[in-house]
């Protein structure tokens, strides 16, 4: 049996391995990559390419001949961190995802908002956007043998808009739906670690209190790096709402979301809520993986549901 202190892995990686209690090949491929990644305190995606390597060895028997397959550069990739294209994508599509429970709008969103990634949400008063972050407090929570995350949210309150009636109203509609699909009881429940930060909204104070618009930008712009930084290092979900203002385009004054043009470039994707007569749509207008699309949505008692027209429009780019 191969010893996890001769795997070729940064002397780091295999010391939180073998202290973790991964002493062996065997111990490393008996689990998944996210209990791996929590219980060593690394990455989803470093966990991901540790169990790929163990598996590859182990089913070499072990023998360091047979490691050939896997290449030195891959190797290597362990150690140093870096990765070629082809892993970054599969990496993007096996990232887990929170359901908005809006089977249309988690259609353009891929299934859901992705996590390692910011999403900023921005849309008028009165659109969802607070509706939209309660759901997905609640919708981290979904057990992982309900093809949720199983995970715990932290959620932000700016602007005193948080109403725990409500998150109340939402959880139990979610336990309802979860009875029912799949006979899941909320007593077996066990909460993962944290898996979204939302905040609601990130607009609030930067309208209120600076006057020096340097340091505005500048400020933004360390918050967003950081909020990045967070999503990548804990393989979470960061979500942004936005409020909108009026900019002057071509001669006229229209609508658009808050905090400057710097900022629009600063999340991962952008989402923007409108209401088209009186239906309320989402709108994907920046994403670097998804196409720009634009779904239709209610809010119900139970929270986030499909609109009863489901209007779905996708463009090309």
């Given at each position: ?5 001769r795997?070729?892995l ?45 598996n ?24 140093q ?5 082809w ?13 908005t ?7 353009i969103?891929?299934g ?5 990634d ?34 715990k949210?932290i959620?932000i ?6 109403m ?14 979860m ?16 898996k ?18 340097a340091?505005r ?7 967003a ?7 990548k ?6 979500v942004l ?13 229209q ?9 629009s470039?600063?999340c ?9 007569g009186?239906?309320?749509?989402a709108?994907?207008d ?5 196409p720009?699309?634009?779904a239709?949505y ?9 609109s009863?027209?489901?209007n ?6």
């Amino acid at each position: 049996m191969m010893e996890t202190s001769r795997l070729p892995l940064s002397s780091s990686i295999r010391g939180k391995l073998i202290s973790a209690g991964y002493t062996s090949l065997s111990s490393i491929s008996s689990v998944s990559s996210t209990d791996l990644a929590r219980d060593v305190n690394i990455t989803e995606a470093e966990a991901f390419d540790i169990l790929k390597l163990a598996n590859q060895i182990s089913g070499s028997n072990g023998s360091s001949s047979l490691i050939n397959g896997f290449s030195f550069w891959k190797i290597s990739k362990l150690k140093q961190g870096a990765k070629n294209a082809w892993d970054m994508l599969h990496e993007e599509e096996s990232l887990p995802r929170i359901t908005t429970s809006c089977s249309d709008l988690d259609s353009i969103l891929g299934g859901g908002i992705s996590c390692r990634d910011v999403t900023e949400i921005g849309g008028v008063p009165g659109i969802g956007k607070t509706q939209i972050g309660i759901q997905f407090s609640v919708n981290v929570q979904i057990p992982r043998e309900c093809g949720g995350l199983g995970g715990k949210a932290i959620y932000i309150d700016t602007e005193g808009s948080f109403m725990v009636e409500r998150a109340l109203q939402i959880a139990e509609a979610c336990v309802e739906d979860m009875e029912e699909y799949t006979g899941y009881m909320h007593k077996h429940f066990k909460a993962n670690q944290v898996k979204v930060v939302i905040v609601d909204s990130i607009t609030f104070h930067f309208r209120q209190d600076f006057d020096d618009l340097a340091k505005r930008t500048r400020v933004l712009s360390e918050m967003a790096l950081k909020f990045m930084k967070l999503a990548k290092k804990f393989s979470l979900a960061v979500v942004l709402s936005n409020q909108v203002t009026t900019k002057y385009t071509e001669g006229s004054f229209q609508l658009a979301l808050a905090l400057g043009d710097s900022w629009s470039h600063s999340c991962t994707n952008r989402v923007i809520l409108y209401w088209n007569g009186d239906e309320r749509h989402a709108y994907i207008d920046k994403s670097p993986s998804l196409p720009s699309a634009s779904a239709s949505y209610t809010i119900t008692s139970r929270g986030l549901r499909n609109s009863s027209s489901s209007n779905k429009r996708v463009n090309s780019r």
